[in-house]
């Protein structure tokens, strides 16, 4: 071994030493850090992310992802009025500001990988929402499903996930379309809207966007076919398990309370008639919903009280509330035929 | 008397049609090439025309956007404020408006040679910069707190440019003198620190001050705007001070030792004798790395600071106006191109004014 390689790899231990010492937070220290500051830190974005990150004409964040930093917020403080700061970060810088203790979690529509998990050796909450990869068509087509656009054109940004997915689902369902590459998804969009190709595929919740920014968005429509689909959930340091918890239980909150038809209309009512244990549990009139993990008993009810229940939240940032229009789909309850569970509650 | 000889051997000056037949139309070729040239000036103009004044929409809703050909100006007529004052709280915006307002003042006035003494320039920027951090920040005088992570649009924009030049300016000067220390050692080793910071992407110096140095050192380090000013003020002066050492560089080098001879010392030669001149001289690049400056602020959309780019981002990105982009990407353009062109035309009458080039 030379001299400077010596160098090099003794640097890079101390480079690893470091890191690992902020990467690894101890048990319930981000809830402690969080109380003690006051406000938790969450994902704003550098910009719009329409739908889930949003800044409205007052200068105030709205949008999916926003809610839901927000109830994480609400179940903390019992408020998230001056509890919660979205902290403008781009994707980029995701990580990092994770790492250095910048942002206490990345709720910003960010897909739960083997990589991620293992590699960077972050910790991923329960996923939140499951984006289906769909293709948006011009409704003159008359396609009702992807194999109806047989000898077709679709755009694609080149080299993404997106463009693999779509190529392995048109050898399974034995149809052939011809693909339409560009270097970046902006370019990719614009090629569509300028009636380059036929189709355009893309997580369900930009097509919805993507179709308010054509000239007359009823003329396009999401086919039903899913092509893939890509768990979305809260990513957060490795090692503080109990602030898992805390993201877990108020994701779950969220399902809980629809599947039990709470909602923030009537989640009072409930709360003085409880319809069953598990209701009353989960709205603070039995102990034990949030003592385990260092919240307060009622954090459910303040949650429902303030932001509404999974439903209200969809509806209202990306459902037929909001602009987009966009269906549950997949993101129902598991009784609805969608993928969405909440944790039992006793 | 040679000269208005000469002036009176000049041919008079012909009549407008003369010359324009002259300019346009010499030959029967050039004459096509002129017309066809026109006509397809005035069809772009036209046109142009059409989308951005006739049929555009100048106040309204996207509804009424939709329903027409041209542009959409209304999304600025709504969102102008979101633009200007980016995530800052909606019943605070005067805040930020009075806080552009100064900063935009205070560059009027550093302009004018009444205010080119150092004191002065120095107290009037130190001065008012800090009235600006405290109006944004709050906090006193019954201002309420407003974070950083709050700040925002353009008049965030301007701070991190006016910030830049001001720590950046003395730095670039202290940099270039260094670089010309008699003393090997000295301007050896300033010489590797300006060529290193030159030698980097501002992306990647923007990276690695607000988002590595938080993870080697951390809670250590100010907040982010602050190292990011930190950062490009850097970048800044390496540039600056390699224009300013050309400068003084061409400076003939009699004009230091006839000081020299005359008992001056070093600040004396520096400030009275060799800086004016080198800064005379750099006066041309220094306006375009200022211009230059000016754009590379947008850079920082990259780490999550909510500049002007990032604001006229969220402006259209909501479900009523996402198909505005054009319009808002449009209005930024002419902005920018406000402020740049000023500088630009300001540097030509600083130009007249020195007599550069003469």
């Known amino acids: 071994m030379t001299k400077f390689s010596k160098l090099i790899a003794a ?99 960010t897909g739960w990988t083997i990589g991620r998990d293992g590699e960077l050796g972050f910790q991923f909450s329960n996923a939140y929402l499951l984006a289906p990869t769909k293709v948006l068509v011009r409704k003159e087509l008359g396609a009702t499903t992807v194999a109806d656009l047989d000898g077709g054109s679709v755009c694609v940004p080149a080299g993404t996930a997106q463009e693999v997915a779509m190529a392995g689902y048109l050898e399974r369902i034995g149809t052939t379309m011809e693909f339409v590459v560009s270097e970046k998804t902006e370019e990719s969009e614009a090629a569509y809207l300028s009636g380059r190709c036929d189709a355009f595929v893309q997580w369900d919740v930009q097509l919805a966007t993507l179709r308010l920014k054509a000239e007359n968005p009823d003329d396009h429509m999401i086919l039903s076919d899913s092509i893939a689909a890509e768990p979305v959930a809260a990513v957060v340091r490795q090692g503080d398990d109990n602030w898992v918890d805390i993201i877990n239980f108020t994701l779950s909150t969220l399902v809980a309370a629809e599947e039990a038809g709470v909602t923030s209309a009537n989640v009072d009512e409930m709360r003085a008639n409880p319809p069953s244990p598990s209701v009353g549990m989960m709205l603070g009139v039995t102990p034990g919903y949030g003592s385990g993990v260092g919240l307060s008993d009622d954090f459910g009810y303040n949650i429902i009280k303030t932001l509404g229940n999974y439903s209200e939240i969809w509806e209202r940032n990306l459902g037929m509330d909001s602009p987009y229009k966009l269906e549950r789909g997949v993101n129902a309850l598991w009784q609805n035929g969608g993928v969405l569970w909440p944790l039992l509650i006793h | 008397m040679a000269n208005s000889a000469t002036a009176r051997a000049l041919p008079p000056i012909s009549p407008l049609k003369t010359r324009l037949r002259k300019s346009f139309f010499p030959t029967p070729l050039s004459g096509a090439i002129s017309l066809a040239g026109m006509a397809f000036a005035a069809w772009a103009l036209w046109h142009l025309f059409q989308w951005a004044a006739w049929n555009a929409v100048f106040i309204g809703t996207a509804e ?46 550093s302009c004018l040679p009444v205010f080119w003494r150092p004191l002065r320039l120095a107290v009037l920027w130190v001065c008012s910069l800090a009235v600006f951090i405290l109006l944004m920040r709050g906090g006193v005088f019954g201002l309420s707190y407003v974070g950083e992570e709050r700040w925002g649009g353009l008049t965030l924009s301007i701070f991190i440019f006016c910030a830049t030049a001001l720590i950046g300016m003395p730095l670039s000067i202290a940099l270039a003198l260094l670089r010309r220390s008699s003393l090997p050692l000295v301007s050896v080793v300033t010489g590797m620190v300006i060529d290193s910071v030159r030698s980097l992407p501002l992306v990647t110096i923007l990276f690695a001050v607000a988002v590595v140095l938080p993870i080697l050192a951390p809670g250590s380090s100010g907040t982010k705007i602050m190292r990011v000013i930190a950062g490009m003020a850097l970048f800044f002066a390496a540039y600056q001070s390699e224009i300013l050492r050309s400068g003084i560089q061409s400076l003939p ?30 006066l041309p690049p220094t306006v375009s790395q200022f ?53 630009s035309r300001y540097g030509a009458y600083l130009e007249r004014r020195m007599r550069v080039g003469k």
């Open chain 2, 291 to 343: 211009a230059i400056s000016f754009k590379e602020v947008s850079l920082v959309i990259i780490i999550g600071v909510f500049d002007f780019l990032a604001s006229g981002n969220a402006a259209y990105g909501s479900g009523e106006w996402a198909f505005t982009y054009v319009e808002v990407y449009v209005f930024m353009a002419f902005v920018n191109f406000i402020f740049i062109f000023s500088l």
């Open chain 1, 11 to 109: 640097g890079s231990v101390v480079a690893a030493g470091l890191s690992a010492s902020v990467a690894i937070a101890g048990h319930g220290d981000t809830l402690a850090a969080v109380k003690e500051r006051g406000t938790f830190n969450c994902t704003g974005h550098n910009g719009s992310y329409l739908g889930l990150a949003e800044v409205d004409a007052n200068g105030n964040w709205k949008g999916f992802d926003i809610d839901v930093c927000r109830a994480v917020a609400t179940a903390i403080f019992g408020t998230h009025e001056g509890h919660v700061s979205f902290v403008p970060t781009s994707w980029a810088q995701r990580w990092p500001a994770l790492q250095s203790g910048e942002i206490d979690a990345v709720i910003k529509a």
């Open chain 2, 64 to 109: 009424d956007c939709r329903a027409a050909s041209g542009a959409c100006w209304a999304v600025i007529a709504d969102r102008w404020r979101l633009m200007f004052f980016g995530l800052y709280p909606h019943e605070e915006h005067w805040r930020s408006a009075l806080g552009c307002l100064i900063l935009i003042l205070v560059i009027i006035l």
């Open chain 2, 253 to 282: 080098v009699g004009q230091d030792e006839a000081a020299k001879s005359l008992g001056l010392g070093y600040w004396h030669r520096m400030t009275r004798i060799i800086l004016p001149q080198a800064f005379r001289r750099a």
